[in-house]
């Protein structure tokens, strides 16, 4: 009589001891990429940098938390996140591992969502394969490894898609409600989510009003769409109180962005079957097998419908995409991140499917068939080169994709460090002038101005003061003969810029009186 | 109705009185609370004049952690609930199963004051249940001094199982009480309670059966969920039927799942008519004697479950008497509240650690909810109208974080909870007033005031709630 009970109990310490073995292996290789992306190539995303840059300012800069000090250009749910965990960046050896130690904690999480919902699901074991795809998957790797807001926003739409089918299978209101939840965070991570949570709200208005009638839908997309908007609301409402204009945000995310007509709708379609194929080259067919089967249908139809929204969003935005700065992949970050959560949903939804044998013979050869061709297809593009920005061996050593290379920024943080032991307190402009301030583990005594001039104006420069500013000056720019910066006009009379060092972009003034003898300059590292 | 005089000292009503002098609310305050409380106010006015600010800081501080543990603990219990189904369910087979042969005998309390009106209603809606006659009685308890109901009773035409029994005219004049004079008149395996206005669904009896026999011997009570037939009679109405559907189907539940003691509803509560009558009944000074019978059944080791049955009742659409109700409701949380922490390291230790969290949650925390949600709302107010740095001195930078998620998170999980009661019942198009329910607290803040001025000044006045007001055409 004892023995059943014991039999589960050791299954599940199992289970359990399985799922802290991967999360642990998941961490290390995350930190183990991205240790090596940061000190053998140098390498940052400033999205994921950015978010730790303001918790750094929240945690170490202020004497007062102050929710303004979470930056309002960026969408506020990472920097929120990094908040609660930058506090361990200061045990850390660099910060700019950082994002890559709360990238690395996000990717356990999804990895281990992965099995979760794959045991959920039926798959068994196998679901552990599903969890390994997800982690080993370049593109998230790479996110990840950088800490870049997007593994953030691929976790989130994990729990959303698997939510939602669930939703679509028994309509239950709890997971109508955690859908609601894990959307209202990928919307305060990336604001384009919009246009899934519009698909979602259709698709649940549709399916209530089939089952309820009108009141049914009114009161399902009421209890759907109030924590999101909610959210957005409260978001407003802080921009209003601390910036003072609700938009903040919205201005500063797109005001240089001109919206124009829909000139690219072929353009926009191919761009997102090509992303399809290769973030997620195995959704075709899974969607193709699920909505053959009305009982699969009613699980897969929201998910996929999500993909759809993100998909729309990129041709109804079109233009906008194209006038944004970035490559496509920068663009389309939010169908990346669709595709590849919704899309691994709606896979391990039809291969447990499969490998329950609820499916035909004949269905089974179509699936096979366009699985194939879906790889083939994907194998194509990458060798054409409109595939993954890094192979998978690359990003594993290091050589993350999504990133940029943070020598120069690096470098000026180690010239800065010498004007701090000065006791200097300087003020740096310019973007990613966070980075810099951040390099040196000193925020607390750098003053960072996102814009150049319109702020540096106004601000009380005295004689001795250090001012950062980012400009191209090329190899050995302030060396050459003739070299005049601009920024003396700026100043008041009395005082004017002299130039201490420099490196590829960035260049370390002292402020002086207008008769000041001009400063050494250090040489550039070689 | 009032609480002059003393009261009588073998009355088998007040057998909680005489037995449990400790666990009835007829001294609402004891010598030691009184001490202890007056002790605290001396503090408390102290630091306030010789630190004003601090005292404050630190007031504000204590009050924001605890409405931010109380929001989280309330979404706790009922994301359980929504989690998995917590209560108990007797399916139609197991119902059907039942023999009557079997079937324990039972009474059904009906406690009638002034209910002349609906008492055709009720015996019809009573003669509907589901349970032999010669197995169940129904008990009508009427007032002595309630000439109208009495005659109406003598009146109607009373099936035989119905019997009617007088209640003498002496204080306290409560509802408890004329229920310890049924409970007293009751020898049946189960008992059960009803207001005038109740419907339970017919085989409300029936499954309460099926519910205790697939329940643990230590379980006393099954309490069936409460809910009303004139929801869209009104705003007021819509409003308390979110309320009652979150807090039947959704915190309750989630109460009982996480082991901690029930408040019970104040009708369709079915016992074990040996372990009431062991526990001396209902405190008839207590006037939510249900509230306070939940948290002794569990002091002294009996547990409440709850099954998947409905009693229809009729919600209060009238803002003056919803008004009244709500202050006795207030009064008797409070008097539930200080009751029991006469001596709060026994009750810990009767309760054990979850358990007393939640009843500091649940008794003491619903009421301190109502009573700080004004003062907050008016701070913001005040501080977004005027920016007065008295106001922003009171919030130093981390009791301004926890501040502003009480105000954004908070508020909008209990406005939530409204929309996923309304939700789990299927009332969709009552969601969206849910969404103004905040409007529906400040009614709530206003009676939680009235009650706190009532236990002050009349602690064991019953405020009747009428009833028999609804539509007709929106009865079910």
Redesign the interface.
Same mark, same amino acid.
């Given at each position: 009589m004892t023995d059943a009970p014991t039999a589960t109990s050791r299954r599940r310490w199992l289970r359990s001891a399985a799922g802290a073995l991967i999360f642990v292996l998941v961490i290390l290789l995350c930190l183990r990429v991205g240790w090596a992306a940061v000190t053998r190539y140098y390498l940052v995303n400033w999205d994921g940098l950015a978010a730790v840059a303001h918790a750094y300012d929240v945690l170490y800069k202020e @004497?007062? !938390?102050?929710?303004a000090l979470l930056g309002f250009v960026e969408p506020p749910l990472p920097g929120l996140i990094a908040t609660m965990l930058a506090g361990l960046g200061r045990a850390l050896l660099h910060p700019a591992f950082v994002p890559a130690a709360i990238g690395a904690l996000l990717l356990a999480l999804g990895a281990l969502a992965v099995r979760r919902i794959g045991g959920e699901m039926g798959l068994g074991e196998w679901s552990l394969l599903f969890a390994v795809v997800l982690v080993l998957d370049p593109i998230v790797l790479s996110y990840a490894a950088g800490g870049a807001p997007a593994v953030l926003l691929i976790l989130l739409l994990l729990g959303g898609a698997y939510s939602l089918s669930r939703w679509g299978e028994h309509q239950?209101?709890?997971d109508?409600?955690a859908v609601s939840l894990y959307l209202a965070g990928a919307l305060m991570t990336r604001y384009e989510v919009m246009f899934v949570v519009a698909a979602v709200a259709a698709y649940t208005a549709y399916r @209530?009003a089939r089952e309820?009638g009108a009141?049914?839908a009114?009161?399902?997309v009421? !209890?759907f769409l109030?924590?999101i908007v909610?959210v957005a609301a !409260?978001w407003i409402g802080v921009c209003w109180v601390i910036e003072g204009d609700p938009w903040f945000f919205w201005r500063n995310t797109f005001s240089e962005v001109p919206f124009g007509p829909l000139r690219y709708p072929l353009t926009a379609i191919g761009e997102v079957l090509r992303m399809l194929l290769i973030c997620s080259p195995l959704l075709l067919p899974a969607a193709y097998h699920a909505l053959r089967d009305p009982g699969l249908r009613a699980r897969a139809a929201g998910p996929l419908l999500m993909i759809c929204g993100s998909g729309a969003a990129v041709i109804i935005l079109g233009p906008l995409h194209a006038s944004l700065p970035g490559d496509a992949w920068t663009q389309l970050t939010t169908l990346v991140a669709v595709s590849i959560a919704a899309g691994l949903v709606v896979v391990m939804m039809a291969a447990a499917h499969l490998a329950q044998r609820r499916a035909t013979h004949r269905q089974r050869a179509v699936v096979v068939v366009l699985a194939v061709a879906a790889l083939l297809a994907n194998l194509w593009l990458v060798r054409a080169g409109y595939g993954r920005p890094d192979d998978p061996a690359a990003v594993l050593s290091g050589k993350i994709s999504f990133a940029d290379d943070a020598s120069d920024e690096m470098l000026a943080a180690r010239y800065l460090c010498a004007d701090l032991d000065a006791g200097a307190e300087p003020v740096i402009a310019g973007w990613p002038g966070f980075a810099v301030a951040l390099f040196t583990r000193q925020v607390d005594r750098i003053t960072v101005l996102p814009t150049v001039l319109s702020r540096l104006e106004d601000r009380q420069l005295r004689p001795g003061d250090i001012v950062v500013l980012k400009e191209r000056t090329g190899p050995g720019g302030l060396a050459r003969p003739g070299y005049k910066h601009k920024w003396d006009d700026r100043l008041p009379p009395s005082l004017r810029l002299e130039p201490r060092w420099c490196t590829q972009q960035w260049i370390g003034y002292e402020v002086v009186e207008g008769d000041g003898q001009r400063a050494r300059i250090r040489p550039r590292r070689p | 109705m009032t609480e002059e005089g003393s009261p009588p000292d073998h009355d088998p009503a007040l057998r909680v009185l005489h037995e449990r002098p400790e666990e009835c609310a007829y001294r609402s305050l004891t010598r030691r609370q009184q001490v202890v409380l007056a002790g605290l106010a001396i503090i408390l006015i102290t630091a306030l004049v010789w630190r004003p600010i601090s005292a404050l800081v630190v007031l504000n501080a204590i009050l924001i952690v605890f409405y931010l543990v109380h929001s989280t603990y309330k979404f706790y219990l009922v994301w359980l609930s929504l989690d998995q189904p917590l209560i108990v369910e007797a399916s139609p087979e197991e119902v059907a199963a039942l023999r009557d042969e079997d079937l324990p005998s039972y009474t059904i309390l009906v406690p009638l004051y002034r209910e002349a009106r609906v008492l055709p209603a009720l015996v019809e809606g009573l003669a509907r249940l589901d349970y032999p006659a010669d197995r169940m009685q129904v008990i009508l308890l009427l007032e002595e001094d309630d000439a109208e109901t009495r005659q109406a009773c003598e009146q109607t035409d009373l099936p035989a199982n119905f019997r009617s029994l007088v209640v003498p005219h002496s204080q306290p004049k409560t509802k408890p009480k004329a229920c310890n004079y049924g409970l007293e008149a009751s020898d049946s395996d189960l008992i059960v309670i009803y207001d005038a206005e109740d419907r339970p669904e017919p085989d409300q009896l029936k499954k309460a059966v099926v519910t205790f026999a697939k329940a643990s011997p230590q379980t006393a009570c099954v309490q069936a969920k409460l809910n009303y037939y004139n929801q869209r009679q009104n705003l007021l109405t819509r409003w308390f039927t979110a309320e009652y559907s979150v807090w039947f189907d959704l915190f309750l539940p989630g109460l009982t799942a996480s082991g901690a003691p029930i408040p019970l509803g104040g009708t369709s509560n079915h016992f074990r008519t040996p372990v009431l009558k062991e526990l001396g009944g209902w405190d008839p000074f207590n006037v939510t004697e249900d509230c306070d019978l939940g948290v002794r059944l569990h002091k002294h080791g009996f547990r409440t479950i709850m099954t998947d049955s409905t009693t229809w009742e009729e919600a209060n659409g009238r803002l003056f008497s919803w008004l009244r109700q709500r202050s006795r409701w207030v009064k008797g949380y409070l008097q539930t509240y200080l009751v029991h922490m006469r001596h709060p390291g026994k009750l810990l230790r009767q309760l054990g650690l979850a358990g007393f969290f939640s009843f500091q949650m649940t008794i003491g925390g619903s009421v301190l909810c109502f009573v700080i949600n004004p003062i907050y709302w008016l701070l913001t107010a005040l501080w977004i109208a005027t920016q007065a740095q008295i106001i922003s001195a009171l919030f130093p930078p981390v009791i301004y974080a926890l501040g502003a998620l009480c105000l954004v998170a908070g508020n909008f999980v209990f406005v939530y909870l409204a929309v996923a009661g309304c939700m789990t019942r299927r009332y969709y198009d009552l969601v969206k007033y849910a969404v103004f329910s905040p409007i529906y607290w400040l009614l709530m803040s206003l009676g939680a005031y009235r009650g706190i001025a009532q236990l002050l000044l009349q602690p064991h006045y019953w405020e009747k709630t009428d009833h028999g007001f609804a539509l007709p055409e929106v009865e079910p």
């Open positions: @004497s007062g !938390a102050h929710l239950r209101f709890r109508l409600l @209530s309820n009141q049914g009114e009161g399902t009421i !209890a109030l924590p909610y !409260a | -």
